[in-house]
């Protein structure tokens, strides 16, 4: 017959410092009460989450692209043959992408995705390579041309320095640094914002132009295909472009788990 140690506890039911508290595992798996499962915090709403993605996608590209798309098309008709491929592939990217977040509710985006399917190696292989190689060459661009486009009033009748766009770009970086790990609240109040800067400015570009259309300004449309043949080499680069002014449909599934009901 074998003795069972003894455990000192204090009148509360805890136990001293020292001892060693074992317990079986609780029924269905479920956590032990008074422990709490860390998780993300509900945060981004059906406004919040359409503003990431329209904001993302309205950025720099659309306003870098359109000159790379026509230069290395040739002519204009081609041009929006090239816009036109490159929105329906981003329309089907976005509705797989829809599917995978509804579906799979994990925030990671690309990452979680692989790692389901194919497991932790090429996972890990993917998102090396977004960290070392795709995102700080994405980011710089766009903050490049915040920088450029920031300055632009100030250097109407003049050359914009280097430096002055290194360093507003490097200020703009530490700023939406700062407030992304601040609030998550916040970062989304200004998504919000710039988004709705960003469709005032798109309305400026657009609506002159339908309205000169109207007035029958089509004389660009009349030989649409016109001019310099597209060369093998040249379409890739200009299906490269449209690609990046449509880029940024897959954001929100990078904070899936930040989502008020995903589904919706």
Not at 31 to 50: A, D, F, H, S, Y
Not at 91 to 118: D, P, Q, R
Not at 194 to 215: D, E, N, R, S
Not at 256 to 263: G, H, L
């Amino acid at each position: 017959m074998t003795r069972k140690p003894v455990v000192a506890t204090i009148p509360n039911g805890g136990y001293l410092p020292g001892t060693v508290k074992e317990s079986l595992p609780s029924p269905g798996g479920k956590e032990p009460p008074g422990q709490e499962t860390v998780m993300l915090k509900k945060k981004i709403t059906l406004l919040r989450g359409i503003s990431i993605i329209i904001g993302t996608i309205i950025g720099s590209g659309i306003f870098i692209s359109p000159k790379g798309v026509l230069q290395n098309t040739g002519s204009v008709g081609m041009s929006l043959i090239v816009w036109t491929a490159c929105g329906v592939l981003s329309l089907f990217g976005a509705m797989s992408y829809a599917e995978l977040g509804t579906s799979i509710k994990k925030s990671g985006g690309h990452y979680t995705y692989i790692l389901e399917v194919f497991g932790p190696l090429p996972a890990f292989v993917r998102v090396w390579v977004e960290l070392l190689i795709i995102r700080p060459a994405g980011t710089a661009v766009i903050s490049l041309a915040f920088g450029r486009y920031f300055l632009e009033p100030f250097f109407i009748h003049c050359e914009i320095p280097e430096l002055a766009i290194q360093l507003i770009t490097a200020v703009g970086l530490t700023a939406v640094m700062v407030l992304n790990s601040m609030s998550v609240s916040w970062s989304a109040r200004i998504q919000i914002f710039l988004t709705f800067c960003k469709l005032i400015a798109i309305l400026i570009i657009i609506v002159p132009g339908v309205m000169q259309l109207i007035k029958g300004q089509t004389q660009h449309f009349k030989d649409a295909f016109s001019g310099r043949d597209a060369s093998i080499m040249g379409l890739p680069l200009a299906f490269y472009y449209g690609m990046y002014a449509y880029a940024g449909w897959f954001y929100l599934n990078f904070v899936t788990e930040e989502v008020e009901n995903p589904e919706k």
